[in-house]
């Protein structure tokens, strides 16, 4: 199967890149990914001679530079290529709109006129909106999204869905839970807060701290997403989750106990605009229909994730400094004569 993957040099799409490489290694795999600064090639130096591997620089949204990828017979699109940080969407909406809902566009009519077998869009509980205390996101749960970030993607899910109505693409679209892991960017929750934790920083929780998200170890999302390209039934949207329910003072709390250090680090700070409180998944179809299985529960989880961000500190610091944006120039630059 020769797959396109979208945005494989951010956090989840470079750990599906290692996860299909390691699980499928008779699929060829082409990384599609601008390079923002959440895209990061150091997350896959350990594949880049990979003889079904090949890495190239294009924005999605850019028809043109992107149709000889698709002469290349695709099979499977998966589209992963997003902005994906709520804080930044608030500040500087525009690009959200033009990479997660034009970008998809760009891909879907690339995928309609040259017949590809699947795409898919990989998506968010957040185009759910918020949930009060119970209850649970469900496939059919209106999209109701209350962040530029979330109502960007819930615009690429209606896209999507329009696609398959309107022209027959075969699609699917997964809509997981907040992830963790390996290569995460450090504007999120977990590998913020180890950071910080690890340079004896104050600890930014907003608002009261008790809004919650349901963590998933992101290898448990490829694990579903690989699923879903090989047995999805054609259209269906899939809710990806592990029922790991956890407001973010408990998230913050375990990060500073397994790291030995004080609470007095975590400070409280003015809270989000738009803020969602709660969300949680209902995960029932994916597990039943598709035989769906997590590996990982918080607990292990999240003890791994901060172990990998302890063993890998020289990562960290490379994305820190910015280090890191310096490798394409190393490694690409002279070979694509830039
Ligand atoms: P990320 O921000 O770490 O990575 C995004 C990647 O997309 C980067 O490599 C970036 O360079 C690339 N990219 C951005 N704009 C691009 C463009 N115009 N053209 C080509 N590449 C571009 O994001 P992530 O956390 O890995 O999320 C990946 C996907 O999963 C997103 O679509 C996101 O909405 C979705 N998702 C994320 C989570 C989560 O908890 N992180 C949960 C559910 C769904
Ligand atoms: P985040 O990792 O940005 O994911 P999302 O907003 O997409 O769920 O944030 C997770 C939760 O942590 C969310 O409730 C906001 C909160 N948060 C903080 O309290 N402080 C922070 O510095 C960050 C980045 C997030």
């Known amino acids: 199967m020769r797959m396109l993957v979208t945005g494989g040099a ?22 599609a990914d601008s390079l923002t600064y959440a895209g990061n090639l150091e997350n896959l130096r350990a594949v880049e001679q990979e003889p079904n591997y090949q890495f190239v620089r ?28 709520v804080d930044r969407s608030i500040l500087e909406p525009d690009v959200f ?18 017949k590809v077998r699947k795409f898919v869009q990989v998506s968010t509980d957040e185009v759910y909106g918020t949930l009060g205390d119970t209850g649970l996101f469900s496939e059919t749960t209106p999209l109701a999204a209350n962040s530029p970030y979330s109502a960007s993607k819930a615009g ?76 999805g039934a054609t259209g269906e949207v899939y809710n990806v989750g592990g029922n790991n329910e956890r407001n973010n003072l408990q998230v913050v709390r375990t990060i500073l106990q397994e790291l030995g ?53 020289a990562w960290m610091e490379q994305v820190k400094s910015g280090g890191y944006r310096d490798y394409y120039e190393m490694q690409y630059g002279e070979r694509l004569g830039s």
């Open 97 to 114: 709109v033009r990479t997660n809902i034009l970008g998809t566009q760009t891909l879907l009519d690339l995928a309609k006129e040259f």
């Open 156 to 231: 690429a899910d209606l896209l999507v869905r329009a696609y398959h109505e309107t022209f027959g693409l075969p699609v699917n679209i997964t809509r997981c839970s907040n992830n963790y892991g390996p290569y995460q960017f450090p504007e999120k929750l977990i590998p913020l807060m180890i950071q910080n934790a690890l340079a004896d920083k104050q600890l930014p929780v907003y608002g009261d701290g008790l809004n919650v998200r349901d963590w998933l170890y992101v290898e448990d999302h490829c694990k579903a997403i690989d699923l879903v390209i090989r047995e």
């Open 261 to 313: 250090k004080p609470e007095s680090l975590i400070t409280y700070v003015t809270d989000r605009p738009g803020h969602d409180r709660r969300y949680a998944i209902d995960a029932s179809k994916i597990r039943t229909q598709l035989g769906w299985q997590p590996k990982y529960n918080y607990e292990s989880g999240i003890v791994e994730t901060i172990r990998w961000y302890l063993s890998n500190q």
């Open 58 to 85: 294009v924005d999605i949204t850019d028809r043109e530079a992107l149709r000889p990828l698709f002469e290349q017979e695709i099979d499977v699109v998966v589209n992963f290529a997003a902005e994906s940080h």
């Open 10 to 31: 951010g956090f989840i799409g470079s750990n599906f890149v290692h996860y299909m490489l390691r699980e499928h290694p008779e699929d060829i795999i082409i990384n």
